[in-house]
């Protein structure tokens, strides 16, 4: 009996397959049909028969193969039989306007019936075609995007609510940690299709769970489910999500276990658990408030053949947004590779955020980045550098973060950093900076300063 059963979820599988050649027969003999009925003189008699018992039969396997995948899943019953039976007049509708062409019924026009039988076909594919994204995506995957009918619930639902401008206003569960799962779990835990009895649609389905016990225990990582799931190997059986989907990112699972262990809350805002600065930094990419700073910015089209050599030499480039041609650059040399900073030039109109870690990089090759006056955000993280290098950050007007942890700057460069007018987040990490000797009255009172992992003042202790 197993050995059936798994035999049927086989054949069944192939359903996402076969479901896609009734649509793509359809749609060719609909435009088979508009040609002939905007130019009478073009006939497709001997064609159009063949493809309507095509989409026909066609359709039947689908319904066949898509009735055995049903019995492996947990659907919503009542999408599940719309979605059935829609498929069922799919193929029955396009069995008639066949044998419109096939049978001959003396002086009966059945140029009528035809009519009704593509109307009847085109029409069960759409609304089927809905049911099924529905069991598959989601009740919301048509409409999730759509600029009408949304209500206050809908966003929630969806987890597209207004968005975050600043860390003070955010709240973690509803801000965070339900868009993560929107985006990454719905599809296969949501009112349509409730895989292992586990509804991920809102605060208390994630908290309750589902068949293989609680979702969330609030303050209990190795009790929660949920984290255990998405914390397993990828190819561990029961990893989650399945199915080959794209997994959570470190910074995804990193918000959910930090929920969890803070105490899985539903409406509590994030600065309640007082983040560490990492957390801060974690939490600004994730809401991208960072492109915040370069929202009235805007540059002229790059050149494609400065793009290509950086990409060429090893480099990462990326948009900021979607407009104003402004570019983030990576360059990671694992200690082990040095970058040509020379090519950086040419695009010095549309760098902002420039990541230069790990690369071997001394005093004398930062020369290289004087001309980049435009940059927002620069981490120049784990190189031997020290504060002889630094003096071509003079007239960096618009810098607001530096990163600086493991390279070899002493307090002596404090002074240098006291005069970039826009800076507010200086990392200082596992430098050679000595915190007893930091004359504070050096400082802005609005720059932050990160010392150890933990704080971000240098009035604060090491903890």
Known sequence: MQQSSEISVFIGR??????????????????????????TTIRFTNVLPV???????????????????????DYDSDTLQL???????????????????????????????????????????????????????????LTEYSPFGKTDNDLMATG??????????????????????QAKC??????????????????????????TGAGVVPGNLAMSELYRRISLPEDHREFMPTDGKTPLTEEQRSIIEWWIETGAHQRQRITAFSPNSKRKDELTRFFRLDQLAVEGYNAPAPSPKAVEALLKAGYLVNLVKKEGNLLEVKYNGKGNSK??????APLSDQLVWLHLENCLLDDPALAALAGLKNLYKLNLNRNPISENGLGFLTGFDKLEYLNLYGTQVTEAALPLFA?????????????????RKIDTSLLRPNLQVVLTLENSNPGESDK
């Not at 397959?17 to 049909?33: D, E, T």
């Not at 968005?163 to 799962?181: G, K, N």
């Not at 970058?339 to 950086?344: A, G």
């Open 339 to 344: 970058p040509d900073l020379s090519l950086l």
């Open 419 to 435: 005069g970039l007018p826009s800076l507010k987040k200086l990392y200082l990490w596992e430098s050679r900076v000595d915190p």
């Open 160 to 181: 597209n609510r207004a968005p975050v401008r600043d860390l003070d206003s955010a709240y973690l569960f509803e801000d965070a940690v339900m868009p993560i799962l």
């Open 14 to 39: 192939f359903h996402p397959l076969l479901v896609h050649l009734p649509i793509g027969f359809l749609c060719f003999a609909l435009v088979l049909h508009i040609i002939q009925w905007r130019r």
């Open 51 to 73: 493809i309507w018992l095509s989409a026909a039969l066609s359709g039947g396997l689908s319904v066949l193969t898509g009735w055995l995948l049903s019995d492996s899943g």
């Open 186 to 211: 719905s599809s296969c835990h949501n009112a349509e299709k409730k895989k292992g009895e586990y509804l991920l649609t809102s605060y208390e389905e994630i908290i309750k769970g589902g068949k």
């Open 83 to 141: 979605h059935k039976y829609g498929g069922i007049t799919v193929s029955v509708f396009s069995l008639l306007v066949f044998l419109t062409y096939w049978k001959r019924a003396g002086n009966i026009n059945l140029a009528p019936f035809r009519f009704i039988g593509i109307a009847g076909a085109i029409m069960a594919m759409l609304f089927t075609g809905h049911w099924g994204g529905s069991l598959t995506h989601g009740a919301a995957y």
